[in-house]
Antibody, heavy 122, light 110 residues
Framework: QVQLVQSGAEVKKPGSSVKVSCKVS????????INWVRQAPGQGLEWIGR????????NFAQKFQGRVTITTDDSTNTAYMELSSLRFDDTAIYFC???????????????WGQGTLLSVSS | QSVLTQPPSASGTPGQRVTISCSGS????????IYWFQQFPGTAPKLLIY???QRPSGVPDRFSGSKSGSSASLAISGLRSDDEVVYYC???????????FGGGTQVTVL
């Protein structure tokens, strides 16, 4: 079955960058969108952006424009999310989520990684 | 503030039916499909309902979704103690060109 395995927890200083990986196994990689979603402590879900590997053209929530980069490596079936100019309020769990496949094709949020905790601390 | 509006809490007794609402606008729920996720503490969200009313394989038929206009609902029938977690709605927003979520509803089994 489809599995998404993310990289481990990170501790970063304000102003630095972090790159989180998401390795997909169990299904074709290129044709399904991979979304990145974060959840601050005790808060709800917030969409960051997405990429469809075969198209290689990501799009992002306006809030993160200019600060986030989403890429994929087809050779390793891995997606990456890099967030720069980190701030204290970027402290959150970051999830990757791949589209599922249902009765009418691909749909949002079918499979999720386990999450990567990012702590931004001085 | 979340783009989609959910009540912060909902409750019911074991075996009851509980309904969670999700209110949006014409640029999201009014035009696009609604999704529902269930999240246990310390774990990733799990897809419960996609494309308004479809259940992924393995999701019990106790969970059902519906949509009318710019609002949607998730119904949980035969409420069980292990339903006592947080539920989120989500939809694509054409104006924002982004996936948007509700703030989440904590279900309590009395």
């Amino acid at each position: 079955q489809v599995q998404l395995v993310q990289s481990g927890a990170e501790v970063k200083k304000p102003g630095s960058s972090v790159k989180v990986s998401c390795k997909v196994s169990g299904d074709t990689f290129s044709s399904h969108a991979i979304n990145w979603v974060r959840q601050a402590p005790g808060q709800g879900l917030e969409w960051i952006g997405r990429i469809i590997p075969i198209f290689r053209s990501p799009n992002f929530a306006q809030k993160f424009q200019g600060r986030v980069t989403i890429t994929t490596d087809d050779s390793t079936n891995t997606a990456y999310m890099e967030l720069s100019s980190l701030r204290f309020d970027d402290t959150a769990i970051y999830f990757c989520a791949r589209d599922g496949t249902g009765i009418r094709g691909s749909h949002f949020g079918g499979y999720w990684g386990q999450g990567t905790l990012l702590s931004v601390s001085s | 503030q979340s783009v989609l509006t959910q009540p912060p809490s909902a409750s019911g007794t074991p075996g009851q039916r509980v309904t969670i609402s999700c209110s949006g606008s014409g640029s999201n729920i009014g035009t696009n499909e609604i999704y529902w996720f269930q999240q246990f503490p310390g774990t990733a969200p799990k897809l419960l309902i996609y494309r308004n009313d479809q259940r992924p394989s393995g999701v019990p038929d106790r969970f059902s979704g519906s949509k009318s206009g710019s609002s949607a609902s998730l119904a949980i029938s035969g409420l069980r103690s292990d339903d006592e977690v947080v539920y989120y709605c989500a939809s694509w927003d054409d104006t924002l060109s982004a996936w948007v979520f509700g703030g989440g509803t904590q279900v309590t089994v009395l």
